[in-house]
């Protein structure tokens, strides 16, 4: 017997999908966000204005309406399970929320294979929907059909019930194509003269297919963050001590390792990744930095970095890529000194935060954060606030909030090289840090 089939026709067909059909909606169903897709403009392209759920307990169906027909790859991952859809670069004209949480059980009985999806731009030209399996699961049939009316088609994904053993067996096939054919990334040209104002990188968090934290009333961590590190950036341009450069500059995914690379071919002086936090625990607010470490400072900055560094399989990749650790001496001293640079920086952070900012109760912690792993760009990880605080989400949407936000850390970069520039700060660290690898 199925779960349960509702079609999504924008904003109404939504609610009334998760009003009918659930007794007990998905309280995320219910922020839905009218301005977001008002102002949504259908991209050159490819088009999703409809989507229609059938789920069972071994079987799923996924309907999409497209404005026309394109062509569909398709294929499961292993931990987390997944099933990835890759289309041409595509305007999701559906409510996010749409796919997340699913409910999977019935009177306590598992009751589907799919427990929710997720859809966006994977990287320039490309997006993805991303299925999450609460089972192993086989493709029957992933193709975008014509329909009989003018033009239009329809995007059909049926999956069902597959053994473990099969579904390991096409996931690990999945994943060597994938790797096989890893993004070529464009990345900025190397400077072949050193750049007389030092360069800042500034890192946006998630993007695309990846949400990252959701809050209240449909708001998303990827777009906060995409907006704060626009201020920042433009904030320093404005001052001219500092030149920037930002990882993402739209609403796409970005591998973690991609976004330390593009540091690192930049030869960044500093780099800085804009986070917003997400809790069970609404009354925890307020803004913490992060530095990186190979063990955690604490509990707390050991999950936040397993949460973070979960951005690529948010994204649906196969596999993050690991910055190699080389067993050689200059590396490790030159590691060293960037992160002492990194700590240098993180506490000057927090002193400008702190004259009008909230912090958390104890603003300074380290882990292995992924993103902030370059072992030659002094590299920090912000987390603006908890977008499950009620206080905290009020001024992450508040663009007033967002604009003192920037200043405050550009203030803190500007200061922070003015006095490095004048030899009052690690000097030594400076000279030595950056030449020893090859970026
Ligand atoms: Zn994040």
């Known amino acids: 017997m199925g779960l349960g089939r509702f079609r999504i026709s924008g904003l109404i067909g939504l609610a009334l999908a998760a009003s009918v059909l659930f007794a007990r909606p998905p309280a995320q169903a219910t922020g839905l966000v009218g301005a977001r897709l008002a102002a949504r403009d259908i991209a050159a392209g490819v088009a999703v204005t409809a989507a229609t759920v059938e789920r069972s307990a071994t079987t799923a169906k996924f309907i999409f309406d497209l404005n026309r027909p394109l062509a569909v790859e398709a294929y499961v991952l292993a931990d987390p399970d997944r099933v990835v859809v890759e289309l041409p670069e595509t305007s999701f004209l559906i409510d996010p929320a749409v796919g997340r949480d699913l409910p999977t059980h019935r009177k306590g009985e598992p009751a589907a294979l799919v427990s929710g999806f997720r859809f966006g731009q994977f990287a320039r030209g490309r997006s993805r929907i991303v299925f999450d399996l609460a089972g192993p699961a086989r493709i029957v049939k992933a193709l975008a059909e014509s329909t009989e009316s003018g033009g239009a088609a329809r995007l059909v994904i049926e999956l069902a019930h597959a053994q473990p053993d099969a579904f ?69 341009e404005a001052g001219g001590r500092m030149r920037t450069l930002l990882t993402r500059d739209a609403d796409e995914f970005i591998p973690l390792a991609d976004r330390v690379k ?178």
Do not use: C
């Open 168 to 236: 390991r067996a096409a996931a690990r096939a999945a994943r060597a194509a994938q790797l096989q054919k890893a993004p070529a990334r464009e990345e900025p040209p190397a400077q072949a003269n050193p750049p007389v104002k030092p360069l800042v990188v500034i890192d946006a968090g998630h993007g695309g297919v990846d949400m990252g934290a959701v809050g209240a009333k449909s708001s998303y961590e990827k777009d906060v963050v995409l907006d704060v590190a626009r201020r920042l950036a433009a904030r320093l």
């Open 262 to 439: 593009i540091a690192r071919k930049a030869s960044a002086a500093l780099f800085v990744s804009i986070h917003a936090d997400m809790l069970n625990e609404t009354s925890v607010h307020g803004a913490t930095v992060y530095t990186v470490s190979d063990r955690a400072s604490d509990a707390e900055a050991a999950r936040v970095a397993a949460a973070e560094n979960a951005a690529d399989k948010a994204g649906g990749m196969a596999e993050s890529e690991e910055i190699g650790d080389v067993n050689d001496i200059l590396f490790d001293l030159t590691r060293r000194e960037t992160r002492a640079i990194g700590h240098q920086f993180a506490v000057s952070l927090i002193d400008f935060w702190k004259a009008a900012g909230d912090l958390n109760k104890n603003p300074i912690r380290s882990a292995g954060f992924v993103v902030l792993k370059a072992p030659d760009v002094p590299s920090v990880l912000l987390e603006l606030g908890y977008m499950s605080n009620e206080r905290d989400l009020a001024k992450l949407n508040s663009e007033e909030w967002r604009q003192t936000a920037a200043n405050r850390v550009a203030q803190s970069i500007e200061r922070y090289f003015a006095r490095r520039t004048a030899g009052a700060e690690a000097p030594a660290l400076e000279r030595s840090a950056g030449l020893a690898i090859a970026r």
